[in-house]
């Protein structure tokens, strides 16, 4: 009697084999599991939650091109924004938002209205987006792979998660499946000019408050590396909340001085 051929049969033990590996290894998490865990990891809910507002002061390096900007940026919970980017000599760029309405002014378009799309993206970083739920229609877990983070040696396991919002295109996010840091993320934005694809990746975690707070982000966009350092990070300070209004159409500032805007105060959300 002939014997049984060894890859006939190990072909029809596959099947139960695999089956019993997948039984002893430790199921996958769902995607609200990785969401939840990486809101912990970066502070809490409630953490986040005591941030009324968030001044920031940081440079960005665009070694390539020589530039260096230096940028301040101011937020209101829940959704209230300001910055203000200046490369003296060059170029000044001002954005904010109101609670209402959002505007933008620049040398090129000079003061605008902003577009309901970009608005909508600007709300998704805004300081009551660290609840996933409320900026983000669907949620979807992509499964685990090894990315390598730039100037990084060797290779790290992610968790991978797709985030639809209502309005604008999806943002991809890579979380430390050890940690759960946000250790990626690709987004899509949308401006008057067209879309424009970025990756950002986040570093140097600190704690600001109760929650960390990446202190540096390396960014690739429009064929370009920009590194933004932040140098000073403060929650819960004192505000100027006129800030978040348009200036007025002949409001002129200095490279490095505050705008002139208008003179009501923001109302309370």
Not at 29 to 53: C, M, N, P, Y
Not at 173 to 178: H, K, Q, S
């Amino acid at each position: 009697m002939r014997r049984p051929n060894r890859l006939a049969l190990s072909l029809l033990l596959l099947p139960a084999f695999l089956c019993a590996e997948e039984a002893s290894s430790p199921k996958s998490l769902t995607v609200e599991q990785v969401l939840d865990k990486a809101l912990s990891a970066h502070g809490g809910a409630e953490a986040f939650r005591k941030i009324k507002t968030l001044v920031m002061k940081f440079q960005v390096d665009m070694p390539a091109q020589g530039i260096k900007m230096s940028t301040e940026m101011i937020q209101k919970a829940p959704d209230l924004f300001y910055s203000l980017s200046v490369v003296p000599g060059i170029v000044r760029q001002e954005m904010g938002y109101d609670g209402k309405s959002g505007w933008a002014k620049d040398p090129v378009m000079g003061l605008r209205a902003q577009t309901e799309d970009e608005i909508a993206e600007r709300r998704r970083s805004s300081l009551s987006a660290w609840d996933w739920r409320t900026v983000y229609k669907k949620a979807e877990l992509k499964g685990k792979e090894e990315i390598t983070l730039e100037g990084a040696k060797a290779s790290v396991p992610a968790w991978v998660v797709l985030l639809t919002p209502e309005r604008g295109k999806p943002t991809t996010r890579w979380y430390d499946a050890e940690s759960f840091l946000l250790l990626r993320e690709e987004t899509v934005t949308v401006s008057p000019q067209g879309e424009m694809r970025a990756v950002a990746e986040p570093g140097d975690y600190r704690k600001v408050g109760g929650t960390l707070q990446p202190h540096l982000v390396r960014v690739s966009a429009m064929g370009m590396q920009m590194v933004m350092k932040v140098l000073e990070m403060k929650d819960n300070a004192e505000i100027d909340e006129t800030k978040f209004l348009k200036p007025g159409e002949d409001d002129e500032a200095e490279d490095g001085e505050a705008p002139k805007h208008g003179k009501a105060p923001v109302p309370e959300p």
